[in-house]
T-cell receptor, first 115, second 114 residues
């Protein structure tokens, strides 16, 4: 099956610093990747959609300058949380899909804690 | 707006019994895909079952089956012979095609008791 990895699984950082989260498709070409945010006991909230080689499309209300998304290759997308603040603490999940698929494959998620 | 509604925030079922989780959705599209995802405490999203809207036959995957009512825009999940490992959050979701974003419901927390 299609496998998606995320790194790191957990990260703790100080307020004001930037944090980068990687999402990799291990055994398929991910033409489209998605980034979600999930608060405790809530559903997944889509933050942005990225297509390989193109600028990401952000959902309404998501700050583009705070959540920088790069999808430079068919196997890697990164989410950088810039100048992180405690309110950015959350669980971030990526998913990926390719031309041969009608479903998204999810990474294991990254728990971000901003002190 | 495209929405997915899960009206049961929590459900409980005894081991070996059957439980049905409900889901309704609203879309103006005629072609779309429906999914049930399981999210255990590890928080890894696991695909349980999928249904293509153009298929009339309800999807089944071992102990999991769906009741897909296209006209009513209903997509319920039936879990038979429930097991302790089935305890998790279950999310209903759909999208309208490859590279389209998933729209999720609010989730149903399933508890399995002895």
């Amino acid at each position: 099956g299609a496998v998606v990895s995320q790194h790191p699984s957990r990260v703790i950082c100080k307020s004001g610093t930037s944090v980068k989260i990687e999402c990799r498709s291990l055994d398929f070409q991910a033409t489209t990747m998605f980034w979600y945010r999930q608060f405790p006991k809530q559903s997944l909230m889509l933050m942005a959609t990225s297509n390989e080689g193109s600028k990401a499309t952000y959902e309404q209300g998501v700050e583009k300058d705070k959540f920088l998304i790069n999808h430079a290759s068919l196997t890697l997308s990164t989410l950088t949380v810039t100048s992180a603040h405690p309110e950015d603490s959350s669980f971030y999940i990526c998913s990926a899909t390719g031309l041969a698929y009608n479903e998204q494959f999810f990474g294991p998620g990254t728990r971000l804690t901003v002190l | 707006a495209q929405t997915v509604t899960q009206s049961q925030p929590e459900m409980s079922v005894q081991e070996a019994e059957t439980v049905t989780l409900s889901c309704t959705y609203d879309t103006s599209e005629s072609d779309y895909y429906l999914f049930w995802y399981k999210q255990p405490p590890s928080r890894q999203m696991i695909l349980v079952i999928r249904q293509e809207a153009y298929k009339q036959q309800n999807a089944t995957e071992n102990r999991f089956s769906v009741n897909f009512q296209k006209a009513a825009k209903s997509f319920s999940l039936k879990i038979s012979d429930s097991q302790l490992g089935d305890a998790a959050m279950y999310f209903c979701a759909y999208h309208t095609g490859t590279a389209s974003k998933l729209t999720f419901g609010t989730g149903t927390r399933l508890q399995v008791t002895l």
